[in-house]
């Protein structure tokens, strides 16, 4: 599987059509088709069905969209990573608070972090439990801090790993 076979399948994907897909990468029909067919022949299983209203996921589509995603933005962030490694800069950490965080314990973690490694680069944001879950989940974040989540609300899985940082009692 190859980058571009990747954005190609997402560009239809998101165009719900060969020939939008086409349009946006500058490609030819014939050029998209044949991507889409070398992932389906790779994975044995259809990935798309055509329509006369344009493009449908199969249930093969669309768990491989959320992974595609998940894979290109993992790419992008070695190629980030390796870039930083070899001009010597420090690691840069994406990441999301809730807002009970935000004003308790927040600010002396982020001090202590910053004294630790003084050349990282923190992009914040401040989330609720859900959206912050959906970009954790995404691969837009890298962490993820918030309260206690209920279990029956968020639904508990081997999806993430879960570190308490201050038990409760």
Not at 25 to 31: C, F, G, R, S
Not at 121 to 146: A, C, H, K, Y
Request: no cysteine.
């Amino acid at each position: 599987m190859k980058t571009h076979q990747l954005k190609a399948f997402l560009a239809v994907v998101e165009h719900r059509s060969i020939r939008g897909a086409a349009r946006a990468l500058q490609l030819t029909q014939p050029a998209i088709t044949r991507v889409m067919r070398e992932l389906e022949g790779e994975f044995g299983v259809p990935l798309i069905a055509r329509s006369a209203r344009g493009i449908e996921l199969t249930q093969y589509g669309q768990l491989f969209e959320s992974r595609a995603r998940l894979l290109l933005q993992e790419m992008r962030r070695t190629r980030e990573e390796l870039d930083r490694l070899k001009s010597g800069k420090e690691v840069s950490l994406v990441l999301a608070i809730s807002p009970t965080v935000a004003l308790t314990v927040f600010p002396a973690a982020l001090d202590r972090f910053s004294a630790d490694l003084p050349a990282a680069t923190v992009n914040l944001f401040e989330s609720s439990p859900t959206p912050g879950l959906n970009d954790l989940r995404s691969g837009q974040l890298d962490l993820f801090v918030t309260h206690l989540l209920d279990d029956e609300t968020y639904g508990r899985s081997d999806e993430f790993a879960l570190a308490t940082l201050f038990p409760l009692g």
